[in-house]
């Protein structure tokens, strides 16, 4: 069901019916004299008990949508305990809603409390006290809290659990864990809490809503209208780095800026090449500690600062009123693209993004992005299908809470949570018969427990290894000699040894001292300017492909020879330069298999995972001898050496899009186990349907395969060089 502005009530009927004391809070501390649409319809829709997805623009007021019919409840009833739970995907969304949520509830004689790894032991527990009405929580801090049997009790007077940012979450394993513990706290209620899910891009909301609703209930989709507000672009093309940090240092002289870049390490070489030119420059991504995060946030309260930052301050954090955004290269979704866009314009002015460009495809990319954005087109999420590893998770944290479990209910409480449904019984049976024979489990008659494998394994820090479906990777803690953390470091590049001198949160730091052991790297500040000698950090993980929907979009202009944007001259002519080095014919969807002087070039604007793994399909249809490559937009096949090389890659591709996707999965490789947490511990032939599922995702794979058409260039692009290709 959706509700807008247009429903029951008018506004002022529906703020009349709040309590007295909310009342004033709103009018008093907020300065409101009314309700927005989207807060309006939200406490009509949550008066009916309906879970909820309220999606609303950045600073469109989601987070009133849900705090306000939670705290009207809760004075209303005079509910005991923990009332309502918050889950958010970051920390730094905690620390920085905590403070928007005591603004209004502190008047209200109601108290919030956040729990996550940054805050500190003696902050983190209520036990002999009072619990908090309201707690703000990460997932992995929430299944702490559900084996402490101290605190447990506390969250069966729940009412309302809120998951902000929900986009967040949906698409992956992480989300699975949610709705997992979704049904864990009905069953410690003995009740359907309301679910209050929020967002403010999600391609797919009516799905969305059902994922995180659940089968059998009442749940309704507040949607605000999108309110058109004024935007301004500007594009600068600089190639190296020196050219971007010059560019980057002209945009944020003087103003308030995010600069987001893709990866944490591209954020400290920047960091680097901007010291001196940049005041007030900080540096922000997960790999730094949480005081050097906090004081970097802090410091975009002051003019003329800037923060080089990734997608760590890309969510809902209420920044303020900040100048500008700046995009060093092109966004790899419509989600994140929107997401950045709205960290400025938030006090009634325009929203200013700038974008630093490596080169004209990164400009196509870029022009891509802001035109589907215009269309409203933003990336649908889908849900794991298949996720055994997190079925292994949850297998392993209940019985870790009961001590010993029957293997029967064990699983039959398990596979009864809608998000495990696609889990067949026999499925699951097999998982923990391997589990059995690896000695991860044990069993006595009919009860599991957890065997001397899961001990070795998983049973440090009090099973902490089980909180997360994520591994978190290798890293040394960089700590100074008084035991101040400054941050984390790849094991791979400690291994440079002492005396490696690199940057961690835009400062020098020189490594003294390691401790394999204990993952310990000491540092000490090293002064003086950037030399030759120092290194840039890196880190584990790859960036994300960009998306097929920008992929497409980019496909039309291509087609157009031209944006729709309203560019300059020059960018419209880098436009159609790309164009025309393509050749003539570009088709609107499809392929486009032409002749370059490198080999076969296939134009393929699927975006970045589809076409990794068509270009694996393609080796193998070519056989032994020709190399594919592949990037967002397009293939490229070199070493064909038959009479017609482009007819024969135009054959192969007919030939793979007729493939169903059962045949597909089989041909593509499968990827090693180690790189999932819990990968290891499954059956291989579950592994490999798992990864086919919802890795792969061979279903769609074939699906869009059959439905893109595969065209031939009207003209030979002879002598010509394969654009602009990595």
């Known amino acids: 069901m959706l ?27 907020l300065g409101w004299d009314d309700l927005r649409p989207v807060q309006e319809a939200a406490c009509q829709a949550a008066a009916d008990g309906r879970d909820l997805l309220v999606v609303a ?63 500190g032991k003696g902050e983190r527990s209520w036990s002999g006290g009072d619990p908090p009405h309201i ?74 809503l059902a994922w995180l609703s659940g089968p059998g209930r009442e749940a309704g989709l507040v949607a605000s209208p999108v309110r058109p507000g004024k935007k301004q672009f500007s594009f600068s093309l600089a190639v190296g780095k020196e050219e971007q940090a010059a560019a980057v240092a002209g945009l944020v002289a003087g103003k308030r800026a995010l600069v987001f870049v893709r990866s944490r390490s591209e954020a400290e070489g920047l960091a680097t090449a901007l010291k001196g030119r940049v005041d007030r420059l900080s540096v922000h991504h997960s790999s730094l500690s949480a005081a050097v995060r906090r004081e970097a946030e802090a410091s975009l309260s002051v003019p003329s600062s800037c923060v080089i930052c990734t997608s760590t301050l890309e969510l809902g954090i209420d920044i303020g009123g900040l100048d500008l955004v700046v ?12 997401q950045r866009l709205g960290r400025t314009g938030r006090r009634g002015g325009a929203a200013r993004m700038a974008f630093v460009l490596g080169s004209d495809l990164d400009l196509l990319l870029a022009a891509g992005a802001i035109e589907a954005a215009a269309r409203r087109e933003v990336e649908p999420l889908r849900p794991p299908s298949l996720p055994y590893t997190v079925f292994v998770q949850q297998l392993f944290l209940a019985l870790i809470g009961a001590g010993r479990l029957p293997r029967r209910s064990l699983l039959t409480s398990l596979l009864s949570s809608p998000v495990l449904a696609g889990i067949a019984p026999d499925d699951a049976g097999a998982i923990v018969d391997h589990l059995l ?10 009860f599991l427990m957890p065997g001397p494998a899961a001990e070795k394994d998983f049973s440090r820090s009090h099973w902490s290894a089980l909180l997360s479906v994520f591994s978190t990777g290798a890293a040394f803690r960089a700590l100074t000699p008084e035991g101040e953390e400054v941050g984390d470091l790849d094991a791979r590049f400690v291994a440079g ?7 961690l949160g835009g400062r020098r730091w020189r490594i003294i001292a390691l401790d394999p052991g204990h993952r310990i790297a000491t540092v000490v500040g090293e002064g003086g300017g950037s030399r030759a000698s120092d290194r840039r950090p890196f880190w584990s993980g790859s960036g994300a492909p960009m998306s097929p929907v920008i992929a497409r979009s980019v496909q039309g202009i291509l087609a157009r020879g031209r944006s729709s944007l309203p560019l300059a001259k020059r960018e419209q002519a880098a436009v159609r330069g790309i164009a025309t080095e393509i050749g003539a014919g570009i088709p609107a969807e499809g392929f486009l298999v032409t002749e370059c002087s490198e080999g076969i070039f296939v134009l393929s604007c699927h975006g970045g995972r589809l076409n990794r793994l068509l270009a694996s399909l393609l080796a193998q249809a070519l056989g032994d001898g020709p190399k594919v490559r592949a990037s967002d937009l397009c293939l490229l096949v070199e070493g064909v050496t038959g009479p017609d090389p482009a007819g024969e890659v135009y054959d192969a591709l007919c030939a793979i899009r007729t493939r169903p996707a059962a045949s597909i999965a089989l041909a593509l490789p499968l990827p090693d186990p180690a790189d999932w947490k ?30 893109a058409p595969v065209h031939t260039g009207e003209e030979t692009i002879s002598g010509a060089s394969s654009p602009d290709f990595p």
């Open 678 to 707: 819990f990968g290891p511990l499954l059956p291989l032939p579950l592994f490999a349907r798992m990864v086919a599922a919802d890795v792969h995702d061979c279903d769609a794979l074939a699906e869009a395969l059959a439905a």
């Open 3 to 29: 509700w807008t502005k247009t429903a029951l009530f008018s506004m002022s009927a529906v703020f009349s019916s709040l309590h007295p004391t909310l009342q004033g809070i709103i009018a008093g501390r």
């Open 327 to 338: 995009q060093v290269g092109p966004p790899t979704s419509v989600s994140s693209f929107l």
């Open 437 to 446: 024979a690896t000695t991860h489990l044990a069993a006595d008659g009919p």
């Open 497 to 503: 040894g002492v005396g490696t001198v690199c940057t």
């Open 135 to 208: 707690l703000l929580t990460t997932p992995e801090s929430l299944e702490v809290i559900l084996l402490d049997r101290s605190l447990r009790p506390d969250l069966a007077h729940l009412r309302f659990v809120v998951v902000d940012e929900v986009h967040a979450f949906a698409a992956d394993l992480r989300g699975v864990q949610i709705r997992c513990l979704l049904d864990r706290l009905d069953r410690l209620a003995g009740r359907p809490l309301q679910r209050i899910g929020l967002s403010a891009t999600v391609g797919n909301p009516g799905e969305i």
């Open 57 to 119: 623009g950045t600073a469109g007021g989601k987070t009133e949508a849900a705090l306000i019919p939670v705290i009207d409840a809760v004075l209303k009833g005079g509910l005991p305990g923990v009332a309502c739970l918050c889950l958010s995907p970051l920390k730094a969304l905690i620390n920085d809603q905590e403070e928007r949520m005591l603004e209004i509830c502190t008047p209200a004689g109601l108290s919030v409390a956040k729990w996550h790894g940054d805050v």
